[in-house]
C-alpha cells in the first residue's frame, strides 16, 4: 500500500482545532430483526468503529421496532422509525439525509440490514481512502468492499465492473492502495465521502428498491474516482447468491422502471456508458425473461416497467409527504447574523513571487482600516526559498503579536486552488472567510465595508467590483465592474460569472453544506457559485472596487485559442451534468465561447472592455487605493 506525505499544519499564536474524520454509518431495516443484530454486531465489534449508527425502521411489523427501542450501543444510535415502508431507496435517502445535516458526517458508510461487516471492514476501506492521497480532494468518492455470500464466494450482486475505459493514471492511482477503479458501487458496506454527497445531493427515494445505489453512486463518480478494495470485507446474506436476473420476483419491475429512469432522465452516465450499460441490461432482461417459468407474469412487471418509465419520478419531498421530511434538497437554511470576526484565507504556490506575496499580505493585514482575525496560509506544494522566507517573517510577526493569529497548511505537492482551498477552509475558525490572491492587493477599506454586509445574515456569497492592474508597470489596465441583485446574479450564472473569486468574502457554513470547493479547471469559483444558488442561498456585489487584480502579460492572448476553449468545455459540461443549465443553454453558450476564443487578439481584448464595462473613477481609486 501507497504511503503519502502527510498534510503539515502550522499555528502560530493560537490553538488549532483537532480535526477528526466524523464516519456514521446508515443502516436500513425491514421484518428481518435476526439478520439486523448481526449487522449491529458486525458494526460495534470490529477494529474502526463509527462515530455514530443511524437506524431507520422501514415500518417494520415484527419485533424490530421494540429491540431498536432497548438497543444500548457504546456509541452514539439515531434510531428513525418510519410509519411506512419506503423502501431501500427511501430508507437510505431518510438515513444519509441525517447523516449529512444533523450528524456533521465525513464519512457516510451505507449497507442493509442483512449485511454483515467484519472485523476488517471499516478500517482497511478508510486505509484505503486516507492511503489514495493525502489531499482530501483528491481521495475516492466511494470505497466499495469485498461482498461475499455466505460459502465465502464473491457476491456477483456486489461485485462491481472495473471502471471500462479508466486510463493508465487512474489504475495507477487504484493499484497503489492494493485497489481497482470502479465506476457504480452498491449500498452494501458502502463508504462515500460527504463532501461530494454535499454536492449532489441525496439518493431519489422513489425508485423504491433496486438501481437507487446504481444511480446515486454513478452521480457521486461522474467526475471523481473510486475504488473497489478486496481488503475491507462484508457478508451479503441473501437467499441465494444470483445476480438480479436469478428470479427477481416483482423487483424485476422496479429494475425495469428505475434503470430506464437512469438512462432516459439522469445526467449521470455519460451518452456512450449509456448505450454500455444500456446494452448489457436489456440483455439481463432477455436472460431473466428466457430462464423464468413464469413467463406471462414477467412479461407483465417489464410492460409496466416501460409504461411507469415515460413520466418522470417525484422529488425526495414530495414521495416521503407525511413520512419524513429531507432537509439536504431543500432551499438553503436561513443565514443568521454573525459577529464580525472572520478569516483571511490565502493560497500560494511556486507561481508566486515573494514580493507580491509580501504585497498582497500587507494589504490584507497592516493597510486595512478593519484588520482579519486569523490568517490561513495555504502552501500549495513545493515553493522557492524566497517564499519560504516571506512567509517566515509572517509566522514571526504573528507569533511576536505584530499580526492576527496565522496558520500554516502545507500540502505535500501541488495540488492546485480547489484542493488548497478546501484544505485551508477546513482551519477556518469563523464562518466569515474573506478571500484573497497571492499576488493581488486588497484596497484598504475592503473589509470595512464586505465585512459587515456578510455578516448580516442573508448572503452567502459577497463580491466586488475590481481593477485589473498591469503586473510589470503596476498601471491601470481596465476596471471590471460588478453586477448586483441576487435573482440578476442568479440569471446571469447559466451563460457567465458574474462574481469575481479575488474579490468576495463568504459564509464558511454554507460552502460546506454544498460540498465546498471542486476542481474544475479556471473556474473553481463558478461551479461553488451555481451550486450554493441551486441551494437556495443569495450572492451579491458591491459596486465599488475593492482589489486591485493583477494582469500577466499575455493575458488576452490566454483568453482565446484551445487551452481558453477546453476549460469552458469542462465548466459547461460541469454545469450541465450538475443539471445547472439545460441542453438549449449548453448549445448557446458554448457557441457564444467559441467565437469568442477564437477572435483575434485585439478584437478580443476590445469586446472584453466592452463586456465588463468601464468603471470612470477605476484609474482615480487605483492611484489613491480608496
Given at each position: 500500500m501507497?504511503?503519502?506525505?502527510p498534510?503539515l499544519?502550522?499555528?502560530?499564536?493560537?490553538?488549532?482545532?483537532?480535526l477528526?474524520?466524523?464516519?456514521?454509518?446508515?443502516v436500513?431495516t425491514?421484518?428481518r430483526l435476526?439478520?439486523l443484530?448481526?449487522?449491529?454486531?458486525?458494526?460495534?465489534?470490529a477494529?474502526?468503529i463509527?462515530?455514530?449508527v443511524v437506524?431507520?425502521?422501514?415500518?417494520?411489523?415484527d419485533?424490530t421496532a421494540?429491540?431498536?427501542?432497548?438497543?444500548?450501543?457504546?456509541?452514539?444510535v439515531?434510531?428513525?422509525?418510519?410509519s411506512?415502508n419506503t423502501?431501500?431507496?427511501g430508507g437510505?435517502?431518510?438515513?444519509?439525509?441525517?447523516?449529512?445535516t444533523?450528524?456533521?458526517?465525513?464519512?457516510?458508510w451505507?449497507?442493509?440490514?442483512d449485511?454483515e461487516?467484519?472485523?476488517?471492514?471499516l478500517?482497511e476501506s478508510l486505509?484505503?481512502?486516507?492511503?489514495?492521497?493525502p489531499?482530501?480532494?483528491q481521495r475516492?468518492?466511494?470505497?466499495?468492499?469485498k461482498?461475499?455470500?455466505?460459502?465465502?464466494t464473491?457476491h456477483?450482486?456486489?461485485?462491481p465492473?472495473?471502471?471500462?475505459?479508466?486510463?493508465s493514471?487512474?489504475h495507477?492511482?487504484?493499484?497503489?492502495?492494493?485497489a481497482?477503479?470502479?465506476r457504480?458501487?452498491?449500498?452494501?458496506?458502502l463508504?462515500m465521502?460527504a463532501t461530494?454527497m454535499r454536492?449532489y445531493?441525496?439518493?431519489?427515494?422513489?425508485f423504491?428498491i433496486?438501481n437507487?445505489d446504481?444511480?446515486?453512486?454513478?452521480r457521486l463518480?461522474r467526475?471523481?474516482?473510486?475504488i473497489y478494495?478486496?481488503?475491507?470485507?462484508?457478508w451479503?446474506?441473501t437467499?441465494?447468491?444470483?445476480?438480479?436476473?436469478?428470479?427477481?420476483?416483482?423487483?424485476?419491475?422496479n429494475d425495469?422502471?428505475?434503470k430506464?429512469?437512469v438512462?432516459?432522465?439522469?445526467?449521470?452516465?455519460?451518452s456512450?456508458?449509456?448505450?454500455?450499460?444500456?446494452?448489457?441490461?436489456?440483455r439481463l432482461?432477455?436472460?431473466?425473461?428466457?430462464?423464468t417459468?413464469?413467463?406471462?407474469?414477467?412479461a407483465?412487471?417489464?410492460l409496466?416497467?416501460l409504461?411507469d418509465?415515460?413520466?418522470?419520478f417525484?422529488?425526495?419531498?414530495?414521495f416521503?409527504?407525511g413520512v419524513?421530511e429531507?432537509?439536504?434538497?431543500?432551499?438553503?437554511h436561513?443565514?443568521?447574523?454573525?459577529e464580525?470576526?472572520?478569516s483571511?484565507?490565502?493560497?500560494?504556490?511556486?507561481?508566486?513571487?515573494?514580493?507580491?506575496l509580501q504585497q498582497?499580505l500587507?494589504?490584507?493585514i497592516?493597510e486595512q482600516?478593519?484588520r482579519?482575525d486569523?490568517l490561513?496560509?495555504v502552501?500549495?506544494?513545493e515553493i522557492?526559498?524566497e517564499l519560504?522566507e516571506e512567509?517566515?517573517?509572517?509566522?514571526s510577526?504573528?507569533t511576536?503579536?505584530?499580526?492576527c493569529?496565522?496558520?500554516?497548511v502545507?500540502?505535500p505537492?501541488n495540488?492546485?486552488?480547489?484542493?488548497?482551498?478546501?484544505e485551508g477552509?477546513?482551519?477556518c475558525?469563523?464562518?466569515?472567510?474573506?478571500r484573497?490572491?497571492a499576488?493581488?492587493?486588497?484596497l484598504?477599506?475592503?473589509?470595512?465595508?464586505q465585512?459587515?454586509?456578510?455578516?448580516?445574515?442573508?448572503?452567502?456569497?459577497?463580491?466586488?467590483?475590481m481593477?485589473?492592474f498591469?503586473?510589470?508597470?503596476?498601471?491601470?489596465?481596465?476596471s471590471?465592474e460588478?453586477?448586483?441583485?441576487?435573482?440578476?446574479l442568479?440569471?446571469?450564472?447559466?451563460?457567465r460569472?458574474p462574481?469575481m473569486?479575488?474579490?468576495?468574502?463568504l459564509?464558511?457554513?454554507?460552502v460546506?453544506?454544498?460540498?465546498?470547493y471542486?476542481h474544475?479547471?479556471?473556474a473553481?469559483d463558478y461551479?461553488?457559485?451555481a451550486r450554493?444558488?441551486?441551494?437556495?442561498?443569495?450572492?451579491d456585489?458591491l459596486?465599488?472596487p475593492?482589489?486591485?487584480y493583477?494582469?500577466?502579460e499575455?493575458?488576452y492572448?490566454r483568453?482565446g485559442?484551445?487551452?481558453?476553449?477546453?476549460?469552458?468545455i469542462e465548466?459547461?459540461?460541469?454545469?450541465?451534468t450538475?443539471?445547472?443549465?439545460?441542453?438549449?443553454?449548453?448549445?448557446?453558450n458554448m457557441v457564444?465561447?467559441?467565437?469568442?476564443?477564437?477572435?483575434?487578439?485585439?478584437?478580443?481584448?476590445?469586446?472584453?472592455r466592452k463586456?465588463i464595462?468601464q468603471?470612470k473613477?477605476?484609474v482615480?481609486v487605483?492611484?489613491?487605493?480608496k
Amino acid at each position: 500500500m501507497q504511503n503519502h506525505s502527510p498534510v503539515l499544519v502550522d499555528s502560530y499564536a493560537h490553538e488549532l482545532p483537532v480535526l477528526h474524520d466524523r464516519v456514521v454509518a446508515v443502516v436500513v431495516t425491514y421484518n428481518r430483526l435476526k439478520l439486523l443484530k448481526k449487522t449491529i454486531s458486525g458494526i460495534i465489534e470490529a477494529q474502526r468503529i463509527p462515530d455514530t449508527v443511524v437506524i431507520v425502521n422501514n415500518a417494520s411489523t415484527d419485533e424490530t421496532a421494540q429491540y431498536l427501542a432497548e438497543l444500548d450501543l457504546p456509541v452514539a444510535v439515531d434510531i428513525i422509525n418510519l410509519s411506512k415502508n419506503t423502501g431501500g431507496a427511501g430508507g437510505f435517502t431518510v438515513g444519509i439525509d441525517r447523516a449529512l445535516t444533523q450528524h456533521r458526517a465525513d464519512l457516510v458508510w451505507v449497507m442493509d440490514d442483512d449485511t454483515e461487516p467484519t472485523e476488517n471492514t471499516l478500517a482497511e476501506s478508510l486505509a484505503a481512502w486516507e492511503n489514495y492521497s493525502p489531499v482530501r480532494l483528491q481521495r475516492p468518492a466511494v470505497v466499495a468492499s469485498k461482498v461475499v455470500w455466505d460459502d465465502g464466494t464473491d457476491h456477483p450482486m456486489n461485485t462491481p465492473r472495473t471502471m471500462f475505459a479508466a486510463g493508465s493514471k487512474r489504475h495507477e492511482r487504484a493499484q497503489a492502495v492494493g485497489a481497482r477503479p470502479i465506476r457504480s458501487g452498491s449500498f452494501v458496506s458502502l463508504l462515500m465521502d460527504a463532501t461530494v454527497m454535499r454536492q449532489y445531493g441525496l439518493p431519489i427515494a422513489e425508485f423504491f428498491i433496486w438501481n437507487d445505489d446504481f444511480e446515486y453512486s454513478t452521480r457521486l463518480l461522474r467526475h471523481r474516482n473510486g475504488i473497489y478494495y478486496p481488503w475491507s470485507v462484508a457478508w451479503h446474506h441473501t437467499k441465494n447468491s444470483g445476480n438480479t436476473n436469478s428470479d427477481p420476483g416483482p423487483r424485476f419491475y422496479n429494475d425495469v422502471r428505475n434503470k430506464l429512469w437512469v438512462f432516459t432522465r439522469r445526467r449521470t452516465l455519460a451518452s456512450w456508458e449509456k448505450v454500455l450499460y444500456g446494452g448489457s441490461t436489456a440483455r439481463l432482461w432477455v436472460t431473466t425473461l428466457l430462464n423464468t417459468a413464469e413467463k406471462r407474469t414477467y412479461a407483465g412487471y417489464l410492460l409496466q416497467g416501460l409504461k411507469d418509465a415515460a413520466r418522470n419520478f417525484r422529488d425526495n419531498t414530495a414521495f416521503l409527504q407525511g413520512v419524513y421530511e429531507p432537509q439536504l434538497p431543500l432551499t438553503a437554511h436561513h443565514l443568521e447574523p454573525v459577529e464580525q470576526k472572520f478569516s483571511l484565507l490565502m493560497s500560494v504556490y511556486s507561481g508566486d513571487t515573494a514580493h507580491h506575496l509580501q504585497q498582497a499580505l500587507m494589504s490584507s493585514i497592516d493597510e486595512q482600516t478593519v484588520r482579519p482575525d486569523e490568517l490561513v496560509l495555504v502552501v500549495d506544494g513545493e515553493i522557492s526559498r524566497e517564499l519560504a522566507e516571506e512567509i517566515e517573517r509572517w509566522k514571526s510577526r504573528s507569533t511576536a503579536g505584530e499580526i492576527c493569529p496565522m496558520t500554516v497548511v502545507t500540502l505535500p505537492y501541488n495540488a492546485r486552488l480547489a484542493a488548497a482551498l478546501n484544505e485551508g477552509l477546513r482551519y477556518c475558525s469563523y464562518d466569515i472567510v474573506a478571500r484573497a490572491d497571492a499576488d493581488d492587493i486588497s484596497l484598504p477599506a475592503r473589509f470595512e465595508q464586505q465585512i459587515p454586509v456578510i455578516a448580516a445574515g442573508n448572503l452567502a456569497v459577497l463580491g466586488s467590483a475590481m481593477v485589473e492592474f498591469d503586473g510589470k508597470s503596476d498601471a491601470p489596465e481596465t476596471s471590471r465592474e460588478a453586477l448586483t441583485g441576487s435573482e440578476k446574479l442568479k440569471k446571469v450564472l447559466m451563460t457567465r460569472n458574474p462574481i469575481m473569486h479575488p474579490t468576495v468574502v463568504l459564509r464558511k457554513s454554507a460552502v460546506d453544506a454544498v460540498g465546498g470547493y471542486e476542481h474544475v479547471t479556471g473556474a473553481e469559483d463558478y461551479w461553488l457559485w451555481a451550486r450554493l444558488t441551486q441551494r437556495g442561498y443569495r450572492m451579491d456585489n458591491l459596486t465599488v472596487p475593492l482589489v486591485k487584480y493583477r494582469v500577466g502579460e499575455g493575458a488576452y492572448q490566454r483568453r482565446g485559442g484551445a487551452q481558453a476553449l477546453s476549460k469552458d468545455i469542462e465548466i459547461q459540461h460541469r454545469l450541465y451534468t450538475g443539471e445547472f443549465i439545460s441542453a438549449p443553454q449548453l448549445v448557446k453558450n458554448m457557441v457564444v465561447r467559441v467565437g469568442y476564443r477564437a477572435m483575434p487578439v485585439e478584437l478580443r481584448k476590445n469586446l472584453y472592455r466592452k463586456l465588463i464595462g468601464q468603471n470612470k473613477n477605476a484609474v482615480t481609486v487605483f492611484r489613491k487605493g480608496k
